[in-house]
Every structure is written in C-alpha cells, then in structure tokens.
C-alpha cells in the first residue's frame, strides 16, 4: 500500500493493474468505494457541485431574456433600430451554439473546473463591458463574448452531472439543470422589464444587477467546484503517485498513449459533429429540441409587442408574460418528478426509454398550447386564456429540455458532454435563427398564422419520442458508440474501474 503524507490511500495492489510488459506502466485506478472518485463524493458534496453548476446555467439563461426585454430603454439610449438589438441577441445564441464544439470535449480531456473559473470569470468581464458600452456595436461585440464563455459554462453542466450521479441518480439533479435555465429564462424578463421601465435606471442597470450577480458566482464556483472529471482526477494520482515513488512507471489510462495537443483538439472539435451527423438519437433529439427552442426564441422576440398591442399592456406588465414561463418550469419540474418514479419502475424493462414517458405527453401538450395561443391571442378574449396556453407551452418545453438531456447522458454516459454539445449546436443555430425573422414572419402572416405554422410542424415531430420509446433500443444496437459504452459499463459491474474516455478508445471508435 502506497500512503500520501495525509495518509490518504494513493493506491492498493487492488486498484493497480500491470499492463503489458512491453508498456512498462502501472495502471493506477480507483480501489471499490475510494472517495477521490467523483461517484464516490458524499451526497452533500454532490449537491453542492450540481447546484453550483445549475446556477451558472440560471445566470447565462436570465442574461438572454432581460437583455431582450430592455431593448426599448437601449434602443433610446443608443440611438439604434431594434434590428440592431436583435444582432445583440442572436451573438450571444452564436457563441452558445459553437463554442461548446471545441469546450465540451475538451473539458473531457483537460478537466471540467478549470474550465467553469475560467468561463464564469470572462463572462463576468463581458457584462462589465456591455454595461459600459457607448455604443451599439459594442454592446454586440460583448454579446458576442458573453455567448462565448457563458456557453463554456452551461455547456458542462449535463456532463458534470452524469460524471458524479448513477443514472438512477441522475432525475433530479437533471431537471434542477432543466429548472435553472427554464426558470431564469422567465424570472430574468420579469426583473428586467421592471429595471428597464424604470426611469431612473433603464437598460444599463440591467447588466449590473448581473455583474453582481455574476462576481458573487465567481467565488461560489472557485470555492465550491471540485472536478469530477474521473480521468483527470486519475490523472493527478498517478503523478502525484510518481513523484512520492520516483517510481515514473504509474500511469492512468488516460496518460497511456496520449495523443498530441494537434490530435486533441481535432477530436475535441469533431466528436461532437461526428454524434450530430451520424447518431440517430442525438439527430432526433436535436431537431426536436432545436424547434422548440427556437420557438421560445420566436415568443421572446414577439410576446412584448403583441401583449402591448393587443391588450395594451406597458413594458413593465409584459413581464408577467415571461413570468409564465417561470411557472411553466414548476409545472415541468413537478412533471419530470413523476418521470422519475416512471422510470424507476419500468427501467428494469424499458431501459433509457423509460425516461421518455413524459416526453410522449409533452409532444401532445406542445402543439396544442401552440395552437389555443395563437387562436385566443384577441381583445375579444381574456388575456388570462393566452397565458394558460403559454404556461402549458413551457411546460411542454421543460420536460423536452430536460429529457433531451437526461436520455442522451443514460445513452452516452461518458461523451455525454460531446453529444449535448452536438444538440446544443442544433438548438441553439435555431435560436439564431428565428428571431432574425420574427417580426417580417409575423407582419406578412400575421402573428394568429405564423404560430399556427409553429404548431403545425410542431406535430409533424411529435412522433419522434414515441418511435424511440418503443424501437429506441433497437437503434442503439446498431450505434458503435453505445456498443462500446455497453461494453465500458459491464467491465465496470464486474469491478474494473478503469476510465472509459481514454485516447485509445477515443480511436478505436474512430470519432
């Protein structure tokens, strides 16, 4: 037995493996129930880190809305159209939809906290910068980095939570990640609506309010945050384990063979399109969630202009629209809630599928609401009738979001990362997208047709989780990736530890 100087055990003749003598290494793992595994972490620990997680996703989903909900205060100040604002909006969804390609898997090599200081830090500085900009281009261009590394962040979330949770575990702390972003989307236009109608504050103290914000997560995540990537963590012990030894033949997996910095960030860049490209799974969830979310988009760009001109109601009162949204989430999160007891009980037959129960009601749920808001959005008709629909809508779209995310970490467990970063890109490419042609869609169709539109194709994807909920498995059979996972997993049930993200499986899955 190997000891450190706080007598900490290292590693055992239980979790060290000889690998071929022509390798000259000792593979260093983890011994069954060692702490310093991240899966391994005591459930306060655990929490702790999922919830300083899920903030940061709250932050960066709050920072979209009420910067879309100021538009009026900034466009005065800055002298500039609302086509202009827009771009400030679909910047900041470019860096969330790109970024994460080259971030997520990265983290996957180099670690996940590094990454979270690193992100939450510069995305600070970038609110900073938009609170001070003298001009719209400016502004645009802090949008822009604000995308940038808030997607660093909220990107590793899903990841970060499959790294420390079982799968049976995974349920709650996932639909805290849905929660936090759903529920801040909405909660951050109402608290920005009522800062930018105010006169004696307006669309700058907007940014403010998240600067502070933002600082105080600065010291939460520096605090707080451990990493639960298992291979760095391996990592760390073996060279620790080197240097108290002198011994240079201790290696983790993930040092055996390690590509260069050239074949890293190649994979890094590319792994995540190689599962968007040929994983029916993530194909599926990604055009699925990527309407949704692009609709979202569409609402958020269009819901301002058409309270206030249908029921005249003013800046401020527009927030109660987005405070939908926010009730949405609750009803989702009690939702996914009863997912999970779903889960528990059919998992022993139905497998991952058995997540997507909720999701067959949300497919329903979604297309509906889309239709009675666009039917009942009228003076004739109480305003209360559109909220209703509304509030189911973002419902429909919490328990999507978060299935999206929970059924793809059961599928890719380890290139969980990788495979929501490929989603992201989808979803967040929509988000881009639909805003920049909201308001012609809206002007030619008129808003009553242009969400019918939205509901009509809503329905045509409404199949998609009742296909995978019965013939899901099927398709993963035929996935070399999920083989390969399977085949990581059962070596695990039998007590090998070993880190299944290594290069060298990285390459022989040829992603």
């Known amino acids: 037995m190997i000891m450190d100087d706080t007598s900490k055990r290292i590693s055992s003749p239980s979790c060290i493996t000889h690998v071929p003598q022509e390798q000259e290494s ?50 005065q100040d ?5 086509l202009q604002a827009t771009v400030g909006l679909s910047m900041y969804v470019i860096g969330f939809g790109i970024v994460p390609l080259i971030s997520s898997s990265f983290s996957e090599e180099t670690g996940r906290r590094p990454l979270y200081i690193v992100s939450s830090v510069f995305f600070m500085l970038a609110e900073v910068m938009n609170a001070l ?38 349920g709650l702390p996932m639909s805290l990640f849905a929660f936090s972003s759903i529920f801040s989307f909405g909660l951050g236009s109402v608290f920005g609506g009522l800062i930018a109608s105010s006169p004696h504050l307006g669309w700058r103290w907007v940014q403010w309010v998240h600067v502070m914000i933002s600082g105080a997560y600065v010291l939460d995540v520096i605090l707080v945050m451990s990493e639960t990537r298992s291979s760095i ?63 979202v988009y569409c609402l958020l760009e269009s819901a301002t202009t058409e309270f206030q001109s249908v029921y005249n109601f003013s800046v401020s009162e527009t927030g109660f629209v987005f405070l939908c949204q926010s009730v949405g989430a609750i009803i ?67 328990v999507i979001f978060q299935v999206a995310f929970l059924y793809l970490a ?33 002007a030619g169709m008129t808003y009553k047709w242009g969400l019918t539109l939205w509901a009509l194709l809503s329905v045509l ?3 998609i989780p009742w296909v995978l909920i019965f013939h899901g498995s099927k398709i993963r059979s035929h996935s070399k990736i999920s083989r390969k996972i399977l085949e990581a997993e059962e070596q695990q049930s039998d007590g090998d530890k070993t880190v299944v993200s290594s290069p060298t499986e990285e390459r022989s899955m040829k992603v």
């Not at 800055?78 to 609302?82: G, R, V």
């Open 26 to 75: 000792i593979l260093v793992k983890f011994d069954e129930g060692d702490t310093r595994d991240p899966q391994n972490f005591s459930n306060a620990r655990k929490w702790a880190i999922t919830l300083t997680c899920c903030a940061f996703a709250g932050i960066t989903a709050s920072s979209a809305s009420s910067y879309s909900i100021s538009y009026e205060s900034m466009m």
């Open 133 to 170: 900009a003298p001009n719209i281009q400016t502004v645009i261009v802090a949008r822009t980095l604000q995308g940038v590394f808030g997607s660093t962040g909220a990107s590793l979330v899903g990841g970060s939570i499959a790294d420390i949770w079982q799968p049976h575990e995974r």
């Open 233 to 295: 963590v391996l990592t760390r012990i073996a060279k620790d384990t080197r240097k108290m030894t002198g011994d240079p033949r201790y290696r983790s997996s993930a040092e055996i063979d390690k590509p260069s910095l050239a074949s890293l960030i190649k994979t890094s860049c590319t792994r995540p399109l190689y599962l968007l490209l040929t994983e029916p799974i993530v194909q599926s969830f990604s055009l699925w969630s990527g309407f949704t979310w692009g609709v």
């Open 461 to 463: 994807m409404a199949p």
């Open 332 to 398: 989702g999160l009690i939702a996914n809630m009863y997912q999970e007891n779903l889960y528990r009980k059919h998992f022993p037959t139905k497998g991952q599928e058995a997540r997507l129960y909720m999701a067959c009601v949300a497919a329903i749920v979604l297309p509906a609401s889309m239709f009675i808001y666009a039917w009942t959005a009228s003076p004739k008709i109480h305003w209360i009738v559109p909220l209703i629909a509304l509030t189911a809508f973002m419902s429909a779209v919490f």
């Open 78 to 82: 800055l002298n500039c159209t609302q």
């Open 410 to 442: 059961d599928c890719y467990g380890p290139y969980t990362s990788s495979a929501q970063a490929g989603q992201s890109l989808a979803r967040n490419l929509m988000a881009l997208i639909f805003p920049l042609f909201t308001q012609q869609m809206f």
